[in-house]
Structures are given as C-alpha cells and as structure tokens.
C-alpha cells in the first residue's frame, strides 16, 4: 500500500528526514514513533505529496506520487496535527464540502456522510458549528472528514495529542474497528504518535530520531531484542540516587521513569546489582522504597537506542 525508498528531505541546512525506507502492507496499522522534531510530520506530507522529496521515491497504492500525484491522492485520508477544518461551518457541512470537492455527488455523499458520523459518534452533533466542538470531537470530525472518500491509505499525524485519556481510547477503538472492516478492500493505517502505549497497540511501528528510522519491528520484537534485564527502583531523593546508581558494576545506562528509576543491568549480574543498589542507597543516607526486575518497555528500548545512536 505505501512503499518508501531512500527518502530524504532537507531544509536548508536541516535534515529533517533522512534516507528512510518503507513498507507497509494492507491490514496493517504502522506507527511512527518518536520524539517532537523527529521528522514524523515532514514524513506524512511528504506522502500526502504537500512537500517535495529532494531524494527517493515515494509509491501509494502503486501510484508515484511525484508523478501521479492526483491518483495517488484518491486514495489517502489525511488527518493532520492541527485541526484545519472550517469553524464557522457546521459538522455535517464540513463533511459535505470535503465530499463535494473530492467529486462526490449529492446521492454518493449524503448516505456515506450520515454512515461516517454514526461511525465516529458525532451523529447527535451533526447541525453544531465545528468551533463549538471539544478537542476530541474536532478529531473526530477531522477523521470523519478524511474517511469520506473511502480512502486505502489513512495518514493521521499525532491524532490524540491534547485530548483526555477516555477520547483516546475512544479514538484508538475508531482506528482498531476501521482497520478491521476495511482489511479485505486493501486499506492500511500510518500514523505518528510520541505515546508507547499507543506504538504497543500498532501492528508494526519504526523509532524514528533525527529524521531517522533507527529501529523497525513488532513491538514483541522490539521488546525482546532489548539488551539487558530492567531493575526497577523506587527511593528518594530520586536526582541524586540517579547518580549514585550510575557508578554500580553490571549498571549499564540509568534512566528516570517518573518517580522511579530504571536500571539497564548485565543479566548474569541481576541479583547482584538489586542488593547493591539497596546497600548503596541506605548508606548514603536515602530512602529506599522498593525494586524490583520488570520486562523493558517500549519506552525502555526506545531510550536506549536513543543513546547508542548518540554515540
């Protein structure tokens, strides 16, 4: 459905997407994961066709979007970052307008629109001005708006910034369901997000840092290619146990976890380094909570690969 190779794009003397590759499948939801200024956004638009690649070569739906870029646009639903429809409009006219100029007539876009609203739930809501509607309503309505033409490729960058936990999860069943009714037409989802627990719900996801993809994979795959074992600790004052932890044997990187700290440790050094850590922390004076050995997460790996590609 999508296929990347080689892409690059710089702006003047920032690289904002370097060399990156990609292939993604019907059926599959592939996340973008990474960091703000990672290069996720520059991506989508270079997909959608909104930027110019200076390097590779970008296929949608077996369409070359440098060349074909009308037909390959048939066949994406674009949700961006920032809510970019027209507030002054109501639900159901914004959904017309995008229906009518994509070329869909009054007998194609009324029943389709009507089925779309009751998908995403802003049925009861569809005579309200969009500038009137919540955070997660506006997305809806941005999703809604996108799945208007039936579209194979769904491009939705960063859909659940800024909106409460339960419009998230909300939004994330939205997605689930949609990939779910739709496999057996070819349809496919690639969106960005800065949250782990919404790259653990992707089919696949790629770690993207500095405009790179520096790892690719399931996120099992990713999880168990991590490279040591995670002791979790939680003690206080936690800046200064964070030094202390860095100078134990068998410790190989120390990261803070909110209010705990996580320890990257040798695995054949695991008991040791729980008791030491213990030992180390109550004679300096600390309090010491608890520890304990816990499967890395995805924030985990991504920290961690994040270092070594400082390096």
Not at 12 to 32: P, Q, R
Not at 164 to 180: C, G
Not at 197 to 217: L, P, V
Not at 234 to 245: D, G, R, S, V
């Amino acid at each position: 459905m999508i296929e990347v190779k080689n892409l690059r794009k710089t702006f003047g003397h920032t690289v904002a997407v370097s060399s990156i590759d990609l292939n993604i499948a019907a059926g599959e939801i592939y996340g973008l994961v990474g960091s703000d200024g990672a290069g996720k956004t520059t991506t989508l638009r270079l997909l959608v066709g909104a930027l110019r690649p200076d390097h590779g070569s970008i296929t949608v739906c077996g369409y070359d979007v440098a060349k074909q870029a009308d037909e390959a646009r048939a066949n994406i639903g674009y949700l961006s970052q920032r809510f970019s429809l027209y507030e002054d409009m109501t639900v159901m006219e914004n959904i017309r307008f995008f229906a009518e100029v994509r070329g869909l007539k009054s007998g194609e876009w009324e029943p389709l629109c009507n089925n779309i609203l009751e998908f995403v739930g802003l049925m009861p809501f569809r005579d309200r001005f969009a500038g009137n509607l919540s955070g997660g309503m506006k997305q809806k309505l941005g999703l809604a708006s996108a799945l208007v033409t039936r579209p194979k490729v769904l491009l939705l960058d960063e859909p659940t910034t800024g909106v409460d936990p339960v419009t998230r999860q909300d939004f994330w069943q939205l997605i689930i369901k949609l990939s779910m009714d739709m496999t057996t037409g070819g349809f496919c989802v690639l969106l960005t997000t800065p949250y782990m627990d919404e790259a653990a719900r992707c089919n696949r996801i790629g770690f993207m840092r500095h405009g790179k993809i520096i790892a690719e994979g399931t996120p099992a795959e990713m999880r168990n290619n991590y490279s040591g074992s995670v002791l979790e600790i939680q003690a206080k004052p936690i800046q200064k146990i964070k030094h202390l932890m860095t100078n134990l044997p068998g410790v190989l990187d120390v990261r803070t976890f909110g209010d705990k700290i996580h320890l990257q440790i040798d695995p054949e050094m695991e008991k040791n380094v729980s008791a030491s850590s213990k030992k180390t922390i109550e004679e300096n004076g600390y309090e010491f909570i608890d520890s304990k050995v816990v499967a890395p997460g995805l924030e985990d790996v991504f920290i961690s690969l994040s270092a070594r590609d400082e390096e």
